[in-house]
């Protein structure tokens, strides 16, 4: 019941509702990617340099070395999407994780947990990814925590708050009581009424590590074997004189996968929080 | 009769005198600045730790390049180098060496690091300064239009631009301004920081001033927007919030005009979260710089950090982190400063 009132006021919110849809179908495509384009999206298939629309074999064109567009910015999907989703879950986890024992626990752990956060809020992000990338090596695991770790402080600071809040109310006192551990009223008791604004905060910092993949694949740090929209804006980028589309096509889909990204964070925070609705 | 209901950050508004909120500013200043050394501490810790992980030392490849195979020169080097004691000892030494200004000396350019770093941070800052400006001239005007407009056409217009603007990615956004002010219309250069060999004849004169802000416009969009964008919903959401408050109320009842409550009382007090968010993002907007100058061959840190990071100059590479962390400290002293004076209820907590 409570779940179709949520599904209600989610899809009340037009631009959250456009924007589910168009993720959906930007995942569908990444998903479906070799069924509709099952030759290996870096081979060479046509003539260099093609503009959208000259050839409708390409719809949108072919870049410099006569490969695909149209099949580079469906398999590129794939990357983007996964990488933004991992690194999300990456920084949740430990955002979640340090945020949920800082308010807990408080005092001192609290303080230290605190101090950390402000330390990665300090750091120029992207310049420590990039250092991350290239010491620990351009794979996709490693580009994916490097994005994790310098994403999760937003995280821990409202999974924090969240606790603060929670940790006395009367439920979790009657928890202690009846001699539950720590660990179990953490994960078992708070957390789940701690989660709805950290979904929402999840959802957004997907959207942000796209934009971090992005940049490190446009500088040509990203994983050399993945062609990811990042790249693809990179590789354009000394035609711009004579074929610009190809930057533009790559960074058209990046800014409409992200739009639509904070378009579902939105709704979810209003669905979730009615409160702040008409803000 | 002001009490309660009195704006809270108006600004004629008699405090505690001139000279001790002028205390209470040094004794703010002086806790930040005392916070900061940890803080500090742990950024070199982290850093000079994650460059340990790094798979071949710099004197590897620097032997390798030179061609230098003689056992004894490359004991000599490790020797100069420090690389024969231990990871603790290497920390402390460094450590040491940043108290007095030391970042090390970088193989690569023969000269100390601090001296690399110190060539291109002026242009870093730069453009760091006029995109925050412009963020948060065009995102405070948008944010007061918007909201002053609410539910109208012009509020969606600008709830829709700032939408498209915090999803762009600037290196892209980037590249379309140099196709259409560079490649297109041909009003803008497509790079540098000067025109080389131009007017003015370097970076002097009137002339040389001109040329760098002719240079410096579409950097400044392209990293400049993303934020915008941020501080207009920021300071819609605030304006509404602000608007809503008693002391509002009180100041229409006074019989202020509605332009006057809203320029005078509620924009003051609206700016708040804007430059709450401001201070967060200093580091971002470091980090950014990095990825415009890369597509705008804007001669600041990145250009230094990209050459570094791809020969293995690791000094130079810790001196950028190590220094950038401390801009980014210090631009947020500033902003904690700025916050206080905007509003007086903030005394030091």
């Given at each position: 019941m409570r779940r179709f009132e949520f599904l209600g006021r989610f899809s009340r919110n037009r631009g959250a509702l456009v924007g589910a849809v168009l993720i959906l179908v930007v995942a569908l495509m990444a998903l479906l990617a070799p069924l509709f384009f099952p030759v290996d999206p870096l081979r060479i298939v046509g003539q260099p340099e093609l503009w959208p629309g000259e050839d409708p074999d390409f719809p949108l064109g072919t870049d410099s070395l006569g490969r695909d567009m149209l099949s580079m910015?469906?398999?590129g999907a794939r990357a983007t999407l996964l990488i933004g989703l991992f690194a999300s879950a990456v920084a949740t986890l430990i955002g979640v994780s340090v945020g949920a024992t800082a308010g807990y626990f408080g005092g001192w752990i609290d303080e230290i947990a605190m101090r950390a956060a402000e330390l990665f809020q300090t750091i120029p992000n992207l310049i420590f990814v990039l250092t991350i990338v290239v010491i620990l090596g351009s794979t996709l695991t490693n580009i994916v925590i490097a994005i994790?770790?310098?994403?999760?402080?937003?995280?821990?600071r409202m999974t924090r708050a969240e606790f603060l809040s929670l940790r006395d109310r009367e439920f979790v006192q009657a928890c202690r009581a009846m001699g539950m551990g720590d660990l179990r009223i953490i994960v078992g008791e708070i957390l789940p009424n701690a989660l709805p604004p950290v979904i929402v905060l999840s959802s957004l910092v997907v959207a942000g590590a796209i934009l971090f993949e992005s940049a490190v694949s446009f500088l040509g740090l990203g994983d050399p074997n993945v062609a990811s929209w990042g790249r693809l804006v990179g590789d354009g980028r000394l035609l711009i004189r004579s074929s610009w589309y190809i930057c533009a096509i790559p960074g058209?889909?990046?800014?409409?996968?992200?739009?639509c990204l904070n378009l579902i964070g939105d709704g979810l925070n209003d669905a979730l929080n009615p409160k702040l609705r008409d803000r | 009769m002001a009490g309660e209901l009195a704006s809270p950050a108006a600004s004629r508004r008699p405090t505690g005198g001139g000279s001790s909120r002028r205390i209470a500013a040094l004794r703010l200043l002086r806790r930040r600045l005392i916070q900061a050394v940890?803080?500090?501490?742990?950024?070199?810790?982290?850093?000079?730790?994650?460059?340990?992980?790094?798979?071949?030392?710099?004197l590897e490849l620097m032997t390798a390049e030179n061609q230098v195979s003689d056992p004894a020169t490359i004991e000599l080097l490790r020797k100069t180098y420090g690389l024969d004691d231990p990871v603790w000892l290497q920390l402390v030494k460094y450590i040491w060496a940043l108290v007095q200004f030391d970042f090390?000396?970088?193989?690569?350019?023969?000269?100390?690091?601090i001296d690399a770093i110190s060539d291109h941070l002026p242009a870093t800052l730069l453009l760091m300064v006029s995109s925050i400006t412009l963020a948060l001239a065009v995102g405070v005007a948008a944010g007061v239009v918007a909201s002053m407009k609410v539910r109208t056409f012009w509020d969606s217009l600008v709830s829709v631009a700032a939408m498209f603007f915090f999803a762009a990615p600037g290196f892209w956004l980037g590249i379309m301004l140099i196709v259409l002010f560079s490649v297109k219309l041909g009003w803008l250069p497509v790079g540098g920081m000067m025109?080389?060999?131009?007017?003015g004849g370097g970076a002097t004169g009137a002339g040389g001033v001109l040329d760098v802000l002719h240079h410096l416009i579409l950097p400044t969009l392209a990293l400049g927007l993303f934020y915008a964008a941020i501080y207009t919903r920021v300071m819609r959401s605030s304006m509404l919030e602000v608007a809503q408050l008693d002391f509002v109320r009180t100041a229409r009842a006074k019989g202020l005009s509605r332009n006057q409550v809203t320029i005078g009382h509620v924009l003051r007090n609206a700016l708040l979260p804007v430059v709450t968010i401001l201070g967060v993002q200093m580091g971002t907007v470091l980090a950014g710089s990095v990825v415009i100058e890369s597509v705008f061959s804007w001669p600041g840190v990145g250009s230094l950090l990209f050459d570094s990071v791809s020969s293995r100059n690791y000094p130079v590479v810790l001196g950028i982190m190590v220094l950038g962390s401390l801009v980014v400290i210090a631009a947020n002293i500033a902003v904690d400063l700025v916050y206080m004076w905007l509003d007086p209820r903030i005394e030091i907590r």
């Open positions: 910015i469906v398999h994790g770790i310098v994403s999760w402080t937003p995280i821990a058209v889909a990046i800014m409409i996968t992200v739009l | 940890p803080l500090m501490l742990g950024v070199v810790v982290i850093n000079f730790c994650l460059i340990q992980m790094a798979p071949g030392s710099f090390g000396f970088s193989y690569r350019q023969n000269r100390p690091v025109t080389i060999g131009g007017v």
